[in-house]
T-cell receptor, first 110, second 113 residues
Framework: DAKTTQPTSMDCAEGRAANLPCNHS???????VYWYRQIHSQGPQYIIH???NNETNEMASLIITEDRKSSTLILPHATLRDTAVYYC???????????FGDGTTLTVKP | DAGVTQSPTHLIKTRGQQVTLRCSPK?????VSWYQQALGQGPQFIFQ???????QRGNFPDRFSGHQFPNYSSELNVNALLLGDSALYLC????????????FGPGTRLTVL
């Protein structure tokens, strides 16, 4: 699996959009980008994933650059409950494992 | 629709003992993976089970072993526990081995004294 690079921490004001970047410059053509978040030692929660097109669901939007070397997770209206560690993962279509880095700790402030 | 469940929630063992952790996958899922998460770090892949066989393994010693049952539930066994085995153990499930979305359970917190 390709290595990902994320900032260690970020702050966001409540009600504002949170934009979490991820670099995955060595991603290969058959690797998907997945985002999970983990709130205070609970199990990671799936957020969204994509291959090359931008994706949106009820939780977030995922913007993948045209060269697929980076992506951004967007939480459109962050709330205090969005405070968590956010993990960006790239995973091969046939890979059993997901390789997690240390993620970005997002703190949403009132 | 039940999600991934794990038992027990917390466990305390002493060095040298053996432990068994259990996981029931989300309904409709047949593939189970186990991860170890040390404090302050991201989860690390241990192994994956599909069709009752270990399909892929991470960089963990043979003290870590597993099993998958016909109903797709799974066990993680750790022998000769070390202090460094203290961690949150996560189970994740999905359908098949294709890039289907993986869902995680709440984890088992293991403390080795």
């Amino acid at each position: 699996d390709a290595k990902t690079t994320q900032p260690t921490s970020m702050d966001c004001a409540e009600g504002r959009a949170a934009n979490l970047p991820c670099n995955h410059s060595t991603i290969s053509g058959n690797e998907y980008v997945y985002w999970y978040r983990q709130i205070h030692s609970q199990g990671p929660q799936y957020i969204i994933h994509g291959l090359k097109n931008n994706e949106t669901n009820e939780m977030a939007s995922l913007i993948i650059t045209e060269d697929r070397k980076s992506s951004t997770l967007i939480l459109p209206h962050a709330t205090l409950r969005d405070t968590a560690v956010y993990y960006c993962i790239v995973r091969d279509t046939n890979a059993g494992k997901s390789t997690f880095g240390d993620g970005t700790t997002l703190t949403v402030k009132p | 629709d039940a999600g991934v469940t794990q038992s027990p929630t917390h466990l305390i063992k002493t060095r040298g003992q053996q432990v068994t952790l259990r996981c029931s996958p989300k309904s409709g899922h047949d593939t189970v993976s186990w991860y170890q998460q040390a404090l302050g770090q991201g989860p690390q892949f241990i192994f994956q089970y599909y069709e009752e066989e270990e399909r892929q393994r991470g960089n963990f010693p043979d003290r870590f072993s597993g099993h998958q049952f016909p109903n797709y539930s799974s066990e993680l066994n750790v022998n000769a526990l070390l202090l460094g085995d203290s961690a949150l153990y996560l189970c994740a499930s999905r359908r098949g081995v294709a890039p289907d979305t993986q869902y995680f359970g709440p984890g088992t917190r293991l403390t080795v004294l």
